[in-house]
C-alpha cells in the first residue's frame, strides 16, 4: 500500500493526504538531469511526478494512471507545469506504445513505477479495497472489468485457494476457500465487512500484527488487476522505452512484486546463468541489456517507517539501460516459475 501524495500539494493543487515512499531514494536513482524526458507509471496524487518536474524547469514527464479519479484530479497539475506534465489514462504495461505514439520509443532518460494500490484508493470506502472501512467488494483500479465480489462468488475453490495463497501467501488459504463456497451457498458475499469478519473466523490475529484478513484482501485485489501480469509487462516495455543511459526505477511492497523486479534485472545484467530456470537460456546469451545501479534493494530508513508506517514494506531496486537490443519479453509464467505450489490437504488431494 503506498502514498503517492507529494507531501505539499496533491494531485488537485490541495493538501495531499499522504507522503511518497523512498521519494528522496528515488530521486537519486533516477539520476534527474536538465532537459531530461521521464515517464511515470503509477501517478496517483503526483507525488513522484511532482518531484520529477520541480528538479529542473526543462523536464518533461509523461504520467499513467489506470484510476480515472487519479486523471481527474490531475488535471489541475497539469495546468500547473503546463506542457511539461502529459498525464494519460491507461496502463503502466503499456508504457512503450504510450511514449511510442508521441514520439519517445527509445528516448526516454527515466522510468518509474510504485507497485501496488495508491492509498487514496485504500482511503475510500466506496472503492472496496480495504477491510478497515465498510463497502461494496469491488477492489477495481480501473472501476471496469470483474471486481472482487465476482472471483469470490463465482471462481471455483481450487482457484480461490490459488489466489490466497500465492497472490496473499494465506496459509490458511484452502480453509479460506472452502468457507467462501460455504457461506456463497447461503447468500453472496457482497461487502468489504462480510469478507473480513469471514476470514476473521478462520485465522488467527496474531498480537501486534496484521488484520486476520490482509493477505487474503490483498490477494484479491492482486487477482481483480492482474497486477503481477502488469508489473512483467511494464518491465520489458521501460526496457523498449528507456534511452541508453536511461534509469529504470522500481519501487515494490510484495514479495512476490520485488522477486518479478528482482529476477528482470539479473537476467538482464547478465547475473543469471546460462540455463536458468527463471529465463530463457537464450536471454542469458544476449549481451546485458542493463547494468545494476546499486547492490540489493534499497530500504526506507527507520525515521521513515515511523513516520509513514505504509512504508515498511517497500523496496527499491534500479537499473541503467545500456546500448544493447532489448532482449525477449519475460512473460507472467516465466516470471512466476519459482512460486509454490498451493498447499496440499495430507494425503495429497487437493
Known sequence: MTGRGDGKAGAAGGPARHVPVLLGEVREALALKPGGVYLDGTFGAGG????????????RLVAVDRDPDAIR???AMVE???GRLDLVP???????????????????????LD?????????????????????????RMEQA?????????RAPEAELADIFYHYGEERRARAVA???????????????????????SLVRAEPNGPHPAT????????AVNDELGELVRALSAAERALRPGGRLVVVTFHSLEDRIVKQFLAGRTGRVARGSRHLPSADAMQAPSFTAVMRGPVLPSDAETAANPRARSAKLRAGERTGAPPQSDMTALEALAALPRTAEPRGGRR
Not at 482511503?123 to 477492489?139: K, Q, V
Open 48 to 59: 513522484y511526478a511532482r518531484a520529477i518536474l520541480d528538479s529542473h524547469p526543462d523536464t
Open 73 to 75: 484530479a490531475g488535471g
Open 80 to 82: 500547473t507545469y503546463g
Open 90 to 112: 491507461g496502463r503502466f504495461g503499456d508504457l512503450d506504445g504510450i511514449v511510442e505514439a508521441r514520439g519517445l520509443l527509445g528516448a526516454l532518460d527515466g522510468v518509474v
Open 115 to 139: 507497485i501496488g494500490v495508491s492509498s487514496m484508493q485504500i482511503d475510500e470506502a466506496a472503492r472496496g479495497f480495504s477491510f478497515r472501512f465498510e463497502g461494496p467488494l469491488d477492489m
Open 145 to 153: 472489468g470483474r471486481s472482487a465480489a465476482d472471483i469470490v462468488n
Open 178 to 200: 472452502r468457507a467462501v463456497i460455504e457461506q456463497r451457498r447461503r447468500a453472496p458475499i457482497l461487502t468489504t465487512r462480510e469478507l473480513a469478519d469471514l476470514v476473521a
Open 215 to 222: 493477505r487474503v484482501f490483498q490477494a484479491l485485489r492482486i
